[in-house]
Antibody, heavy 120, light 109 residues
Framework: EVQLVETGGGLIQPGGSLRLSCAASGFTVSSNYMSWVRQAPGKGLEWVSV???????YYADSVKGRFTISRDNSKNTLYLQMNSLRAEDTAVYYCARVIVTGTHNWFDPWGQGTLVTVSS | SSELTQDPAVSVALGQTVRITCQGDSLRSYYASWYQQKPGQAPVLVIYGKNNRPSGIPDRFSGSSSGNTASLTITGAQAEDEADYYC????????????FGGGTKLTVL
């Protein structure tokens, strides 16, 4: 079964750091595009970051320079290192596999999400 | 930056047909994908590509596209279809790889 499980969320003070993990099963993280998407309380989905199978990484402007996406091939796990956290980073963070075939692109599966709360 | 625009809320009578739309320049170049999200749950893919349903998604869900508008149609809406629906596409502006619409809250009356 193809599955993603996120861990690492929690309560963190403004300016602090947190690392989220996303363990994959049923497929190989390094052979796929993998992304983080977040959802602030009561708000919509916001794309955050992606790492391509070739290793290229991209970020939303709102997190560029503060967040770093990476993967550990031996653990088949995706990470999101979040530094200099702000109150507006408070959200449920989802990881998802991105399937890309020309003009067709979709996110599937999604993890269950992990809540990050930035507050003093 | 590229944007995808959705109506914030749509309602449909039980058993009737409803169309949820998504507008954006990137949809002239890329197909949209659609996600259903129920309260407290992760998003679930319901439509991708030209009009493809993942395994387990009922055939009352269908997708279409014309110009800069993608549509998700539910034919014979059921009570369990009440949820938030999000569209997603590549960002053709080149600023970021992907973009999500703001979401549509579907109420089944």
């Amino acid at each position: 079964e193809v599955q993603l499980v996120e861990t690492g969320g929690g309560l963190i003070q403004p300016g602090g750091s947190l690392r989220l993990s996303c363990a994959a099963s049923g497929f190989t993280v390094s052979s796929n595009y993998m992304s983080w998407v977040r959802q602030a309380p009561g708000k919509g989905l916001e794309w955050v970051s992606v790492i391509y199978s070739g290793g290229s990484t991209y970020y939303a402007d709102s997190v560029k320079g503060r967040f770093t996406i990476s993967r550990d091939n031996s653990k088949n796990t995706l990470y999101l290192q979040m530094n200099s956290l702000r109150a507006e980073d408070t959200a449920v963070y989802y990881c998802a596999r991105v399937i890309v075939t020309g003009t067709h692109n979709w996110f599937d599966p999604w993890g269950q999400g992990t809540l990050v709360t930035v507050s003093s | 930056s590229s944007e995808l625009t959705q109506d914030p809320a749509v309602s449909v009578a039980l058993g009737q047909t409803v169309r949820i739309t998504c507008q954006g320049d990137s949809l002239r170049s890329y197909y949209a994908s659609w996600y259903q999200q129920k309260p407290g749950q992760a998003p679930v893919l319901v439509i991708y590509g030209k009009n493809n349903r993942p395994s387990g998604i009922p055939d009352r869900f269908s997708g279409s596209s014309s110009g800069n508008t993608a549509s998700l149609t539910i034919t014979g809406a059921q009570a369990e279809d009440e949820a938030d629906y999000y569209c997603n596409s590549r960002d053709s502006s080149g600023n970021h790889p992907w973009v999500f619409g703001g979401g549509t809250k579907l109420t089944v009356l």
